[in-house]
């Protein structure tokens, strides 16, 4: 791996930001310095036992003043608080960079702290599993994953943060804001809102019941029950940051599943045979894609 | 694995019925009689070639005629055409059982043409992959997954079909047809319903929208795919016979997604926190039971 940034810096130890630090230690350990922090002191001890950062600092001023980049991966509603701590101990010309599921929200958050010596671009890896923590990370997670640059234009630091990224293992893309947030919330933030409800209408069911649904969990159920034990924190802000994609999407799947239950009611199998025939395709892309 | 019937009939030669034939051939495979049959002359030429079943039946009557135990791992809207065809030709003391996703309807379907020499007995293995046909089989299949009896008592007869389940790999239950109907809609056929409508809802954005939803399909939407590429003429029959639990369980969905829609639209942060805090113990109950 060319080292990009002989300085980076995470804040946030969680999946994301351990991950991170996996994959550069697994990579190029003895040539940069890895700066960490995370503002619980039981994560910053993890990862301190782990080793797998150069410097788990104590405060945060102390763990961004030397690097030439800024991870920022935490909840997208604690970017502007964030920002706002940073802002005033940055280093000329350094780079910060979230790896937030909402764009719009994050922009809107982080951009207003960022000096005029510094660079501020957003960027976010399709990478993740149900696990959260820093004990839930590891080295291989972004490898042949997207990792989305949001960018209207190409810079000298886009490139630089491509290098970085691709490093790491990811495929990397520049995207929009707006197009990068209604792509998440039809391929991420629904799936994980309707996998939420799910469970939780199943959890409602009288004990006998739900005792069985845990007991008989099929295929379908027990993928949404994986969804849906995704970190709470980090979903809610989601959902907060990203509400107008989020109920755009929301409401043409009310009307699908609508006609749907429909036909079920009418017992029209000629309209269920057709609809579900058409979605097979979409798999087969996603197989062909390699993403599956 | 102890012989219970000496010769076995399946009827329907996809993903469960060639699954059946695989184990029955890794693991007695000269001991028993297996004959087999499918209204596809393609899928019969299929089975014939992978030499699973000892006999590949070219007429339905002769398939069964001779059989201790027959085997319905037909679509459930199949089984009262393929009992009319079979009710005739029953050796005096045969068990036929079927494999259907929905029970009361199968029951209503089957019973009627089920001669008193004869013993009908519903059953339903809770396994599966999103892969149908003759190809899709395989001998593990079953291993560790339930296999539901549907019936109201203990018998002979249920004892013996227990036991050749449980020599499949499977651990068996008995469970009245109510309740398995209400169980599999939760965790079965409305996720599964879901997914077909997130996925078909994706597939008409405009073209460029699609073909990125589809290059950066993330964790969640992915799962659903795989889910809605199932065989749509299996899934439509079975919403069509399952129609009644199907649709309570979608009232009760839809009331929850309407709250969350709700707490999105008015960014109630505490209510979507704890609604997605309460789905995480589902999914650590369902490890704890080992069926993630």
């Given at each position: 791996m060319k080292i990009i940034f002989e300085k980076i810096s995470v804040i946030g130890l969680g999946l994301i930001g351990t991950s991170i630090l996996h994959a550069l230690k697994n990579k190029v350990e003895k040539k940069i310095t890895t700066y960490a922090y995370d503002i619980n002191p039981q994560h910053r001890s993890i990862v301190r036992d782990m080793n797998i950062a150069t410097i788990v600092s104590e405060d945060i001023e102390h763990a961004v003043k030397n690097a030439d980049l800024i991870i920022?991966?935490?909840?997208?509603?604690s970017m502007k608080k964030v920002a706002g701590q940073i802002s005033k101990h940055l280093k000329k010309g350094a780079i910060v960079t979230d790896t937030g599921s909402t764009k719009l929200s994050v922009i809107n958050d982080i951009k207003p702290f960022i000096p005029k010596k510094n660079y501020f671009i957003p960027s976010h890896p399709l990478a993740g599993t149900e696990y959260s923590g820093p004990?839930?990370?590891?080295?291989?997670?972004?490898?042949?994953r997207y990792w989305l640059i949001v960018s209207n234009y190409e810079s000298e630091e886009t490139k630089k943060l491509d290098s970085f990224f691709s490093g790491l293992g990811s495929i990397v893309e520049i995207v929009n804001v707006q197009y990068h947030d209604r792509i998440l919330a039809i391929t991420s933030h629904l799936p994980h809102l309707i996998a939420f409800t799910i469970v939780g209408t199943a959890s409602d069911f009288e004990v006998d019941l739900k005792n069985d649904v845990i007991k008989f969990s099929a295929s379908g159920f027990r993928d949404f029950t994986r969804l849906a034990s995704s970190d709470p924190i980090m979903w809610r802000d989601i959902f907060l940051n990203n509400a107008d994609a989020v109920l755009e999407m929301l409401q043409r799947f009310n009307e699908d599943l609508s006609d749907l239950q429909k036909a079920i009611r009418k017992k029209d199998g000629k309209k269920l045979h057709s609809f579900f025939s058409r979605t097979r395709n979409i798999r087969k892309k996603i197989i062909e894609a390699g993403q599956s």
């Open positions: 920022l991966s935490i909840p997208v509603g004990k839930s990370g590891f080295g291989s997670l972004f490898e042949n």
